[in-house]
């Protein structure tokens, strides 16, 4: 188990700035995830932890060592791929045993440190066969169980369920989590998948343009962007923002309902909600529309509940409200948060 | 493919599959039907036009056979042949590996115009080349040695391998490698442990292709040797067993069956990756 810190780390391939002076500091046992749309730089800050790609600038440490000039092999990490990257020419036993041989670990004690590897994953029984005979979710298992079975410092984890269907990767993330608290190594988790960020992450990194633009629990990122890149990735539909005069306004999709639905009338601010088009998903209806009287140019989404009987006809005008402290304020120039600032009438 | 099994399976689909199957069969294999049987006939049966030439007309003979090995030195070059083609081989993969290996991973445009370039060299045909050559092995005093063909070989199967083995390096994905030097390997290790077993098929490849090259090689054979003990195959055949008009027909094809068959052979075992050897890389 590892503390991981990052100072003003910096790649550059050419003029094109990968990550651009990132400063992060990991805590022991911690379960990070670096979130971000393709080429913000995740993979590749992942990549210079791991030692994979050499850093234009900065420092890493791992346990409070520097480990800018160590190569990958003498960081004590694991990591797991992508595309899980077994070894197809060998056995899914010498897969796994293959990190102890390469170090050199004992060799009396390899077969029962592959066996309780595979059996942390129930794979046991898949052992003699190749990686090209195993399902997509069983090679994964078998690319974890490589993983952990040199019991690293640190893990790293690449994407590591983007290759499997939809009702496995909830299975495998719900899995992998379990796993994470139980052996409790530090880990850092690359992703472009919300659900996967905030379901996983004891901290989430949004990152876009090589730079971090937030760090904090799911629920900080989630409830309080600190910009408009960060409310707009997150959250699907994503926040709502409105371009006024004087700054831009967000609000959760799912946050804005019919003034009725509001358990307390409370605090809220009703405005006068114009729907275009429904959208019935089963769990969730959205509505598409705009704020009649306030942004009547912006479009809107709205997702209402299923729990919320009512009808909706597309052209009519409706009365909806959001709590006042839902509504978050972003400059118009900068995108960072600002003070609030009223667009609305008190009652 | 169960929906189509009917028509593949239908009468006149079968005749028409068996009859190309077949016509391919007898082109692959009449060369060497032609070779056993024309070295185990009598002179007399093989000059004579009236016969039929795809039958023994006349009880076979050994005759021939002995003649060639009793009457050359034909032992003698075929140890040559193969005593040349392993160091030629041995000298390739230890140059178009890294070679190759490097090509494939040079990121960019690079990669493949290096690639393209070392691949134009083969192309430089050998009858323009050897007179070069021959001064660069008169220099370094290796005339009528067997070692100057040592020399003088891998200059077109080092490009032409490493192009090759760069198609196969090309679809290893970098994160194995990746993996194994996390795992705690360097990456020269990750190479050897990973990388080369992984391309097993194109080593194949290289190890069969360099050495067919060689044992077929003619022109620098012919120039920069000259004693009939250091000939190769592809040279003491046709100098011993043509002589002036008088062709050693049974002979030569005894000479020939004898060295083409192993590596018709191997060619056989290997022919799935041999093929894929060469349509690496052309599809994605």
């Known amino acids: 188990m590892a503390t991981v810190t990052v100072r003003q780390l910096e790649k550059r391939f050419g003029d094109v700035h990968a990550v651009d002076g990132i400063d992060l500091s990991i805590q022991e046992g911690e379960f990070l995830v670096l979130l971000g749309p393709s080429g913000c730089g995740k993979t590749t800050l992942l990549r210079m932890i791991a030692g994979l790609e050499r850093q234009t600038r900065g420092d890493i440490l791992i346990g409070g060592q520097v480990v800018n000039d160590l190569p990958p092999r003498a960081r004590k990490i694991a990591m797991v791929f992508q595309s899980y990257a077994l070894y197809p020419h060998m056995s899914v036993y010498d897969n796994i045993a293959f990190p102890l041989k390469a170090q050199g670990v004992e060799k009396r004690s390899i077969p029962e440190r592959v066996e309780r590897a595979a059996a942390m994953f129930g794979i046991e029984r898949f052992l003699k066969r190749k990686p090209r005979e195993l399902s997509g979710g069983e090679r994964q298992r078998v690319a974890l169980a490589r993983a952990v079975v040199r019991e690293p410092s640190l893990f790293l984890l690449d994407e590591p369920l983007s290759n499997l269907d939809a009702k496995l990767r909830t299975l495998a993330r719900d899995e992998l989590k379990q796993f994470q608290r139980r052996i409790g190594t530090t880990t850092i988790y690359v992703t472009h998948d919300q659900i996967e960020a905030m379901g996983l992450g004891d901290r989430i990194v949004v990152m876009s343009g090589g730079k971090v633009r937030q760090v904090g629990s799911p629920q900080e990122v989630y409830d309080e962007p600190e910009d408009t890149f960060v409310a707009g990735f997150l959250g699907s539909p994503p926040m709502n923002l409105l371009r006024g005069d004087n700054c831009t306004v967000g609000f959760r999709p799912e946050r804005f309902l019919p003034l009725l639905a509001h358990e307390s009338q409370e605090g809220l601010v009703p405005l006068w909600f114009r729907i275009d088009r429904v959208e019935d998903l089963g769990s969730a209806r959205l509505l598409y529309g705009s704020l009649h009287d306030t942004f009547p140019n912006e479009k809107v989404i709205v997702s209402v509940p299923f729990t919320v009987h009512m009808d909706f006809t597309p052209g009519e005008v409706y009365e909806f409200a959001v709590k006042e402290k839902e509504i978050k304020f972003f400059d118009k120039e900068t995108g960072r948060r600002t003070e609030p600032r009223p667009f609305w009438v008190r009652r | ?284």
């Open chain 2, 1 to 284: 493919m169960s929906a189509k099994r009917g028509t593949v399976t239908s009468p006149a689909w079968r005749v028409v599959h068996f009859g190309a199957i077949s016509a391919f069969v007898l082109f692959a294999a009449f060369p060497f039907f032609w070779m056993v049987i024309s070295a185990f006939k009598q002179t007399l049966d093989l000059m004579n036009p009236n016969n039929n030439p795809f039958v023994f007309n006349l009880p076979p003979t050994m005759v021939q056979v002995k003649m060639l090995f009793e009457g050359t030195e034909y032992t003698k070059w075929l140890w040559n042949t193969a005593w040349v083609g392993i160091l030629v081989v041995i000298i390739t993969l230890l140059l178009a590996v890294p070679l190759g290996y490097g090509l494939a991973r040079l990121s960019g445009k690079t990669g493949e115009r290096l690639g393209i370039m070392i691949f134009l060299t083969y192309l430089v045909p050998p009858t323009i080349l050897f007179i070069p050559l021959s001064r660069v092995i008169s220099y370094l005093g290796l005339t009528d040695s067997l070692w100057s063909l040592v020399v003088v070989y891998p200059s077109f199967t080092v490009p032409f391998c490493a192009w090759l083995l760069m198609g196969f390096f090309k679809v290893i994905p970098p994160d194995i490698e990746e993996a194994a030097m996390i795992d705690g390997l360097s990456r020269f290790g990750a190479f050897v442990r990973v990388v080369l077993p992984v391309s097993i098929a194109g080593l194949l490849t290289t190890i069969i292709f360099s050495f067919t090259l060689v044992t077929q090689e003619f022109v620098y054979a012919l120039t920069f040797i000259s004693s009939s003990s250091k000939f190769t195959v592809s040279v003491g055949v046709p100098t011993f067993l043509v002589r002036g008009d008088v062709y050693f027909w049974g002979s030569m094809m005894a000479a020939c069956f004898i060295a083409s068959f192993p590596i018709a052979v191997l060619y056989n075992f290997f022919v799935d990756r041999f093929i894929a050897g060469f349509t690496v890389g052309a599809v994605k």
